[in-house]
């Protein structure tokens, strides 16, 4: 006579259980493997970037944008192609946003919105990167003549940004902008001018944000190592009136929760 054999409940619950356990050992490094791809998707846009920056410069005389606009003015080199604009990381504005035409800004895991009312149609471009508006010509706001780049035709142009994962479409750094308080804070214009460099400094990609360097290299950039990029001409420089006893902000007060980060300060001796 033919037996039928059959799991028990016992086997049934080990097989569940061990199916449950690989999950749960499985589902923290898919995880992780998702994150470092979006990283690599986030970089593989700026370097689209970088080529079209370098068309719109090459088009005119070596130079930057005018002035802080550049979203309008690099129109015809990116042919409004959404997606070159968000970071996988943050692509959807905030839920709280009020609708277009107003803009606004975006966060650490969100994208910003800027409209056009002057085309017709008015046009609304979302994005998650953000122009370092010392590359321009303009002396708006804070930015002075000594200290606007112009060109990318520069020395050590690999630590000047042009480009950085960013919660605004752009920022005006200066050396003795506060970090963000906790992580997420960022700029919202109030003060006028103070800490932009917050729009940068995003943990956006495991403490690192991404950046496109004048010299159109890419790479990660750690979250304190942003005070020491080349952000305008007198970073760090004894010729423009900086303070000569400058040093980085100090973590473990300002932002305690970047003090464990790593350090990357280059700030060269007093006097130098």
């Known amino acids: 006579m033919y037996i039928r054999k059959a799991f028990t409940l016992i086997e049934l619950l080990v097989v569940i259980a061990i199916i449950a356990l690989l999950m749960a050992v499985l589902m923290p490094a898919l995880a992780s493997v998702r994150k470092h791809a979006k990283e690599i998707m986030c970089r593989s846009n700026l370097k689209q970037w970088g080529i079209i920056w370098k068309m719109y410069i090459d088009d005119h005389k070596g130079f930057f944008t005018e002035d802080t606009d550049w979203i309008w003015p690099l129109g015809p080199y990116y042919s409004r192609d959404p997606k070159v604009f968000l970071c996988p990381m943050a692509m959807l504005v905030r839920d709280d946003a009020p609708p277009p035409p107003e803009e606004v800004d975006g966060g650490k895991f969100h994208a910003w919105r800027n409209t056009e009312e002057d085309l017709d149609p008015w046009v609304t471009v979302k994005g998650s990167y953000g122009y370092n508006m010392w590359m321009t010509h303009s002396l708006e706001g804070t930015r002075t003549a000594d200290r606007v780049w112009h060109t990318p035709y520069i020395k050590k142009g690999f630590m000047v940004p042009v480009l950085v994962d960013s919660a605004g479409s752009g920022q005006t750094p200066w050396h003795h902008d506060f970090p963000p308080e906790y992580d997420g ?82 700030v060269p001796p007093a006097g130098s």
Request: net charge negative.
């Open 185 to 266: 804070q960022i700029y919202y214009s109030e003060p006028i001018n103070v800490n932009e460099i917050r729009n940068a400094c995003i943990n956006r990609h495991n403490e690192k944000t991404n950046g496109l360097f004048a010299d159109w290299s890419v790479r990660p950039i750690g979250l304190k190592e942003l005070w020491e990029l080349l952000w305008h001409r007198c970073w760090y420089s004894r010729n423009c009136g900086e303070p000569p006893d400058y040093t980085p902000p100090d973590w473990k007060v300002e932002a305690p929760w970047m003090a464990h980060m790593k350090d990357y300060s280059r």
